[in-house]
């Protein structure tokens, strides 16, 4: 079917395939709107918990930490460092984690707040014993530090002790100035308990990327768990790490011995809840925080694999490591992607230009295909082959367009999870108007700029539309991808218009070779045509 279809038309699907992707999603996965907690709320902080613990829940395998039962909770003890101010609530959790870096606000100016108001928290335990739990949830922990203030590369150690008529319970915490902290539960007798994960943040929500949970377990095996799409119940062991995220920020729980088993069960709203089964004497660590690689390596090699790509992670992972390679030699992550960008075509020039040349070679038998197609219209097999004789003939590939452009779509989607999903991007500029590379063009000076030299690029390129509708259509894609490309993040654009840079580049030397061997092969038939003459 496909060797049916002229090189445009192949073009063109490829093209409105990857379009109908790109709309499809967005349709099947609605972004959900932001639910973060407000930067400037008080101190005293509320919080929901169902009745009975998560480990005994009777609906499907489904926690409700949305609704039902309402404790109030104060805070406990406030940790202060450069990066962060995190706040441990009198429930003994994490109850907020506030990023201090004005890169990380939200369009409304406010301080990213990590923990979002409802649902479970990190460090937060539920019991199986049902009576156990219900005390456990109204009893206040005590906590030996008020407030701290830490150092460049400081840390500190709070205990946090919670007092039973049958079990006492101690949380030794040790926080770090770069956002990790380790912790250490002791309980004074043996009781079943489930230590939470927390939600993970709310900050950022934006088309086609991933938002849930994952578990990176055994031998380097990534399961992602999509918000509203859970279902049922999965336990883990040999777990590396546990992590919530979204878009740029995550919240990790790492460390654990690898008998520890995880559970990953859907909410009300089918997310992701996750929880580890807690014992006796239960030491772990954990990190909330952006997902920015170098201070996930600092912290722990192992951190890195909370960062992913999707589908396409195999693809995107080593783009990921090159482009942070370039930013150490550019220090500007802007001029760190043309670079990648111009790499990548490099190593994509040889296929490119196979299909370059291809499509020139069907553009010149083009009048010849169609003679043949008038001679044969009422006999298609004896059509096909002698078309087929003819593209053999000349050497053209009638899929020599078309394959191009489908082995890039893996290259182009990694490349778009990347600079998507790396944080690094966040408050990176790159010349004068492009203050945030990790947000759309306030002047949407790039996106004109990409569509202009999208609608260039099929100015220069060889075409043999047959439909005039068909052709129209064509045309009004850079129109079409242009506004498409409006929201889109300023790195993801740039790297589309110094593409279609180096695509017209090299179309225009492809263009001129052809027309040099069509002059000298002009030339040889004349000065064939003179010495017969002669």
Known sequence: MLE?????????????????????????????????????????????????????????????????????????????????????????????????????????????????VEGAKPLQMRFADETLDALAQKTPFSSNVDDIVLGENGKAEVTFTQVLPSLTIMKKVTFFSDGHYEANINLSEDKKYSLYLGQHPKINDKMMTVIGGMVYAGDKLTTIFKDGNVEGREIFSDVHLVSAFDQYYATIMYGFDKSTQVVVERDINDNPVSYLEGSKAFAFKGYIGPKEYKA??????????????????????????????????????????????????????????????????????????????????????????????????????????????????????????????????????????????????????????????????????????????????????????????????????????INNIFSIAQQYLVNKQFQASRVARHEAHLAEKHHEKD
């Open 296 to 497: 996930l390596n600092a912290i722990d090699p192992v951190l890195v694999n909370a960062i992913e790509f999707g589908f396409f992670t195999f693809v995107a992972a080593p783009i990921f490591k090159v482009l942070m390679w370039l930013y150490g030699i550019f220090g500007n992550w802007g001029w760190s992607i043309i670079a990648l960008t111009a790499l990548i075509r490099m190593v994509l020039y040889p296929l490119t230009q196979k299909g370059m040349v291809s499509m020139q070679k069907i553009k010149e038998i083009a009048p010849r295909i169609k003679e043949i197609q008038e001679k044969y219209k009422g006999d298609p097999q004896r059509m096909n082959a002698a078309v087929m004789e003819m593209y053999k003939k000349h050497g053209a590939n009638p899929l020599g367009g078309c394959l191009p452009l489908v082995l890039q779509i893996p290259v182009f989607f990694a490349i778009y999870r990347v600079l998507l999903n790396a944080v690094e991007l966040q408050g990176a500029s790159w010349i004068l108007w492009v203050n945030d590379l990790s947000r759309m063009d306030p002047y949407y000076i790039l996106p004109i700029l990409m569509g202009a030299t999208m609608y260039y690029q099929q100015k220069i390129t060889p075409s043999n539309f047959t439909d005039p509708l068909q052709e129209k259509i064509f045309k009004f894609l850079p129109i079409i991808f242009t506004f498409f490309f409006f929201t889109f993040p300023a790195g993801l654009v740039l790297y589309w218009f």
């Open 4 to 116: 049916k279809l002229s090189p445009n038309q192949r073009l063109l699907l490829a093209v409105a395939l990857s379009f109908a992707f790109f709309i499809g999603y967005t349709t099947l996965f609605p972004p959900k709107a932001p639910n973060g907690a407000d930067a400037n709320s008080s101190v005293q902080t509320t919080s929901t918990v169902t009745q009975a613990a998560a480990v005994n829940s009777t609906d499907s395998n489904k926690s409700d930490f949305s609704t039902v039962k309402t404790v109030t909770s104060d805070t406990l003890t406030t940790v202060n460092a450069k990066e962060f101010s995190l706040k441990v609530d009198t429930l003994g959790r994490i109850s907020s984690v506030l990023l201090k870096n004005i890169k990380h606000d939200g369009k409304d100016g406010k301080l990213a707040e990590l923990i979002p």
